[in-house]
Each structure stands twice: as structure tokens, then as C-alpha cells.
């Protein structure tokens, strides 16, 4: 596909920082309104020829391997960002969750706050995201094959009372769709799905984008600095191109999706003295409000085979728990999904549940072949202590200081991650399992959420309704860093459907000549 280049002194343009699924699918909105679109990403240009069935290689070839420092975190540096490695779960939130502070009151030690949005705004665009990535039970897709490790869950389930059971809502196509054909159950999805199956803006919105002529994909360029004028709006970036040199791109406006950990530190680090404690952070909450999923992982040894590694790594999941109900000893809700893992991704897994070493470690692995896996997506309260800041002292090849990651769960999580985990017990159990395992603690930062969150009033947040930031016109924010709250189901769906919003907000804009 032919790349469209623009130029360095071309301040028509809109920068978009990042291609995965807020990056990749707001250039390909823009781009196909007709606007003209640079977009930069840190990481390689692969292609499917790249993908192998190898976690271990692939982490290599589009993990964010920098260095960070603190709590863990487990991300992608490529094009096409972590949709390359996400496993393909695709649900709405729920209604109450763009109100949580009204729904469930002031959590003590939270910076809880309601979406400046509401579900039935947002739906419109979640129908076009679903198209979009073809999800199954959607748009003439069928549901998604329902797999042994599937069974296992949903048997069990139906046991012990549980109705809400669905192996539909993910964007992994059931049927062949979109030039893309249907999931051959291989099972090495956090390494990239080797037949593009996977819904990944790699193979999906990038090349769609450069088909328009409006659209110019820069890979292996990393913004260092976003850049603006002494009346406070943006006027480009500064960024690292793929030789090392330091180029500086004019822009009309710029959008920021780098992934939560990533877009905190270059807002933070672009301070200036208009702009002293960093883009957007007039309000103090730049880089805070750092949230995750609340997750716990289960394994129980079988009666009979099950060989989970064959087929999608999460297919369907379990709506039972999602509701909000203060008697269960905390608040917000959480899905029940089933979960599968080659054996070497096991080995890591491991570590975070009651059987690390030794004999219990290796009855697990001896009992692989009859291991089912489940695990919990729930609603991570946000907090002001937990927040992505910049080393004093500790900085990259490029002079950036080097992220820091804090992250604590709260005692509200905590006491989530019980409930889920005598529920996982109970699943398994009533369909025979014979051993059992869950995890603890906080686990590694996938689904990276908060840092610059909506909020109705600036005092309470970094953007606005439309991602924009509060005190800068020509500045957005278009990943999961927008999330005013966590909510409880995987944030990709709800970060594409973010990103069509905002593309049509800016388009008017635009077109109102108030970009």
C-alpha cells in the first residue's frame, strides 16, 4: 500500500501519536472524511509474515520492552499497538457504569467521579465499533465457537445457578468478513494472530486509511515533546524518526494514544512555562486516576482432557457478577471469562498464584493437558495515588525520564478479587475439578486505563467529553487514558467506539474552521 507523505512544514495536518485501537482508528476516521493525517508510531511496521506462534518471540518483536520502573506493565510497541495482542473481548459497559459515583456513593481512599457521557449516547457509536471489528452475535456474525474450556465454564456455571452465559462479543471473526477469514482456534493470541482473524488495526484501519490519500504512517518514531504557542495552542510535536534524528512535525491539532503510560509521559514531560506542570494538568490530574481491571486468575485440574491451548484464548464470559450490589462486600461488578495459556505464558501466571514452586508448581504443569482456566475482569475504583509520574533523576537515550508506575489496589479490589475467586472455585468444582489454584495481588497493567480523564468540570479532570483537553482547543487525548472510570469489561471496544466520536467532533470543527 502506497504511503502518502506529507510535509515537515505542513500545518494542515493532524498528528496522531499512536496506532493501536484509539490511534489507528481515529486516522482512519479522519482520513476518510477527507482530512489529512500524519500518524507517528514508536514501534516496527510488521506484517502477518511476522507473526509467529511464538509468545516468547513475538514479546521481543512488539512488546514494549523500555525501560519502566515500579509496578509492571505489558504492552505493545508496533503498529497496530496492543490490539495485536489483546484476546479479542468486546462488550459494552454497562449503563451504570458511566455513573459511578452516583451509583454506588463515595468509596473512601477513590477519586470516583461519573462520565460525562452516558450509555445511550455512546451506543450509536458502539454499533459502528461492533461493525467495524466484526464481532460475533453482531452484524450477521455468528457467535463465536464455544470451545472445551468454554464448556467447562458454562457447565459449571449453569450448576451453580449462574443464566447470564454467552459465548458472543468478540472481534475475532466467527464468519470470514472484511477480507479476513474465521478463527481457526489456534490458541497463541497474545502473540498476534497469525491469520489476521483478530480484529487488529495493523491489517484493518491502517491500510484502509492509506487507501484514502489522506494518511501517512510514520513507524519507528517516537514523540518527544508536543509543542504549542504562547496563546496555548498546539502547533506540532517533536519526535525521533526511525534513523534517530530529531524532527519537528507543524500540525492543525494533535491527538495522543499512546497508550496510558505513554501519553501521561509525554503530557507531562511537553511542560512548559505556560504549561508548567505539564499539558493539561492544570487540574492537578494529569498521570493520576491510573486504573487497570481488578483480575485474579484460577486453574483447576479436570476430570477428563480439556487442552485449553486449542482455540481462542477467551471466548465468552459469565454476566452474573457484573451488576453493582453492596452486600457482596464491595462495590462495582465484574465479568467471569474463561482463559487459556501455552505453557511457557503459564510459567508467568504462575507466579502470581498459590502454586509458584516446587511439587505444586510442577503437579500444575504435569496436569496441563486437564487444566481449565478462568479468570475475573472487574471495575478498578481509580485513585489519586495510583499514577504514572517521571523519574527526578533516571532518563532514556532520548533525555525523557523514564516512566514510574505506582499502583496499589484498593481494599475495595481486594475484597472483589475474593468473592471471584470463591465463585471461580465454585464453578469448577461443581464440574469435577480435582485441584485448584487462584491468584493474588495486583498482576501486570494490560489494560491501562485513567490519566487523563472526561470530566463535566476541568477541576476534575484532564479532557473534556470529546477527549479534548480542557484548557488547550487543539489537543486530544484518544486512548484508554480518556476513562473517567474502568468500568468492567475490556476497554478496546469502548476506545474504538471513543475514537469515532471524536473523529466526527473534530471533523466538525473543522469544517466550523474552530480547528
Not at 485501537?21 to 489529512?36: D, M, P, V, Y
Not at 496492543?82 to 462488550?91: E, N, V
Not at 507466579?351 to 505444586?360: Q, Y
Not at 473534556?464 to 484518544?478: A, M
Request: proline share 4%; hydrophobic share 35%.
Amino acid at each position: 500500500m502506497e504511503n502518502k507523505q506529507f510535509d515537515l512544514a505542513d500545518d494542515s495536518v493532524v498528528v496522531v501519536i499512536g496506532s493501536g485501537a484509539g490511534g489507528g482508528t481515529l486516522s482512519n476516521e479522519l482520513a476518510q472524511k477527507g482530512i489529512r493525517v500524519v500518524c507517528l508510531e514508536a514501534g516496527n511496521h510488521m506484517s502477518l509474515a511476522d507473526v509467529e506462534n511464538d509468545p516468547v518471540l513475538m514479546n521481543q518483536r512488539m512488546g514494549w520492552l523500555d525501560k519502566r520502573l515500579g509496578s509492571s506493565t505489558w504492552n505493545c510497541k508496533t503498529v497496530g499497538g496492543t490490539t495485536m495482542r489483546w484476546s479479542g473481548i468486546a462488550a459494552r459497559f454497562a449503563e451504570h457504569e458511566f455513573r459511578a459515583r452516583t451509583t454506588y456513593g463515595e468509596l473512601e481512599g477513590t477519586s470516583l467521579i461519573d462520565w460525562p457521557i452516558n450509555l445511550q449516547e455512546l451506543e450509536p457509536y458502539y454499533a459502528r465499533a461492533e461493525d467495524k471489528m466484526s464481532v460475533s452475535g453482531t452484524n450477521g456474525q455468528p457467535a463465536s465457537f464455544p470451545h472445551s474450556n468454554y464448556k467447562v465454564m458454562a457447565a459449571g456455571a449453569r450448576k451453580i445457578g449462574y443464566t447470564h452465559i454467552t459465548h458472543q462479543g468478540m472481534a475475532i471473526n466467527s464468519a470470514p468478513r472484511d477480507g479476513r477469514p474465521p478463527c481457526m482456534q489456534i490458541g497463541f493470541c497474545f502473540s498476534g494472530c497469525k491469520i489476521g482473524a483478530k480484529w487488529s488495526t495493523l491489517y484493518t484501519e491502517i491500510p484502509k486509511a492509506q487507501a484514502t490519500g489522506n494518511f501517512e504512517l510514520r513507524a519507528g518514531c517516537r514523540v518527544l515533546q508536543v509543542l504549542h504557542n504562547n496563546a496555548g495552542k498546539v502547533t506540532g510535536v517533536i519526535y525521533a524518526d526511525a534513523e534517530g534524528n530529531i524532527q519537528e512535525q507543524k500540525a492543525r491539532a494533535v491527538a495522543v494514544a499512546g497508550n496510558a503510560v505513554e501519553t501521561a509521559r509525554l503530557l507531562q514531560h511537553s511542560a512548559s512555562a505556560l504549561f508548567p506542570q505539564g499539558l493539561g494538568n492544570h487540574s492537578g490530574h494529569l498521570g493520576r486516576n491510573y486504573m487497570r481491571h481488578v483480575m485474579t486468575f484460577a486453574m483447576g485440574v479436570m476430570p477428563g482432557e480439556v487442552n485449553f491451548h486449542r482455540g481462542a484464548r477467551q471466548t465468552g464470559h459469565i454476566e452474573d457478577e457484573l451488576h453493582h450490589d453492596a452486600s457482596r462486600g464491595f462495590a462495582g461488578g465484574y465479568y467471569i471469562e474463561p482463559i487459556a495459556s501455552d505453557p511457557v505464558t503459564l510459567r508467568s501466571i504462575g507466579k502470581g498464584i498459590a502454586a509458584p514452586w516446587g511439587e505444586e508448581a510442577a503437579e500444575m504443569m504435569e496436569n496441563y493437558k486437564y487444566l481449565a482456566g478462568l479468570n475475573i475482569s472487574g471495575e478498578d475504583p481509580p485513585q489519586l495515588s495510583n499514577a504514572i509520574e517521571l523519574h527526578a533523576t533516571e532518563k532514556d537515550q532520548f533525555g525523557v525520564p523514564i516512566p514510574m508506575v505506582k499502583y496499589n489496589l484498593h481494599d475495595n479490589s481486594i475484597a472483589m478479587q475474593r468473592h471471584g475467586n470463591r465463585q471461580m472455585k465454585r464453578i469448577l468444582e461443581a464440574v469435577g475439578a480435582k485441584k485448584f489454584w487462584s491468584s493474588t495481588g495486583e498482576g501486570a497493567g494490560s489494560h491501562n486505563m485513567g490519566v487523563a480523564r472526561m470530566s463535566a468540570k476541568p477541576k476534575d479532570g484532564v479532557t473534556n467529553r470529546w477527549g479534548q483537553v480542557h484548557e488547550i482547543p487543539n489537543l486530544f487525548v484518544s486512548d484508554g487514558s480518556l476513562f473517567s472510570t474502568s468500568a468492567a469489561a475490556n476497554p478496546t471496544l469502548t476506545i474504538v467506539a471513543l475514537a469515532i466520536r471524536q473523529a466526527e467532533h473534530i471533523a466538525e470543527r473543522m469544517t466550523r474552521r474552530e480547528l
